[in-house]
């Protein structure tokens, strides 16, 4: 079975521009949870969605947006980037988002840098 | 301000040293959990604990949960090489998992 694959690996912005990342879950997870990765926070939670819908929410501004489609891929938008954005943005699937039982498998991640 | 706490942030030793990472907190957790991470990959999954006091092993690695619910420990025996990488503990309250910032673990051969 196919892991967890984000599009693109790598990507560089300037300020004030916006990005959309790519996850496609592993097949028959319908959770799917972003991640914000960085060397002085570790890892913050975005977001996760279920079924197309947004079921938790992070504390991150309204920039940071994100949508699930009827085949469990998710894309998670930044609108205005900002120097502080560039970090390492990681979705991680599971089965049905039970955070007490199922497992979390994360993709490999999107490294985005801002300048 | 990091709800866990992980000590030391970076740990260098030589192949088949004895090690142990710290995951601290004041807040209570449901369940906690481990990850090991590779450069260029995502965190994986090595363990999850539940119950407070729990200790679990997994070959060289040793895990466990403190009675109160509020800290862990990962002890590895005779580190190798391939245990090089990125531990990070994860805490479950509510219905979300708060990480810590990771413990980098070089193993030197």
């Known amino acids: 079975k196919a892991g967890v694959t984000q599009t693109p690996r790598y990507l560089i912005k300037t300020r004030g521009q916006q990005v959309t990342l790519s996850c496609s879950p592993i097949s028959g997870h319908r959770s799917v949870s972003w991640y914000q990765q960085t060397p002085g926070q570790g890892l913050q939670f975005l977001f996760e969605y279920f079924s197309e819908t947004q079921r938790n929410k992070g504390n991150f501004p309204g920039r940071f947006s994100g949508r699930q489609f009827s085949n469990s891929r998710s894309e998670m938008n930044v609108s205005t980037l900002e120097l502080g954005d560039s970090a390492l943005y990681l979705c991680?699937?599971?089965?049905?988002?039970?955070?007490?039982?199922?497992?979390?498998?994360f993709g490999p991640g999107t490294r985005l840098t801002v300048l | 301000t990091q709800l866990l706490e992980q000590s030391p942030q970076f740990l260098s030793i030589q192949e088949g040293e004895n090690l142990t990472v710290y995951c601290n907190s004041s807040?209570?957790?449901?369940?906690l959990q481990w990850y090991r991470q590779e450069p260029g990959e995502g965190p994986v999954l090595l363990v999850t604990?539940?119950?407070?006091?729990e200790v679990k092993k997994l070959k060289r690695l040793t895990f466990q949960f403190g009675d109160a619910r509020k800290d862990s420990s990962l002890h590895i025996t005779a580190a190798q090489p391939g245990d090089t990488g990125l531990y990070l503990c994860?805490?479950?309250?509510?219905?979300?998992?708060?990480f810590g910032t990771g413990t980098s673990l070089t193993v030197i051969p």
């Open positions: 994860a805490g479950l309250t509510g219905n979300q998992f708060y």
């Open positions: 991680a699937s599971s089965v049905a988002g039970e955070p007490g039982t199922d497992t979390q498998y």
């Open positions: 604990v539940v119950t407070g006091g």
């Open positions: 807040s209570v957790f449901s369940s």
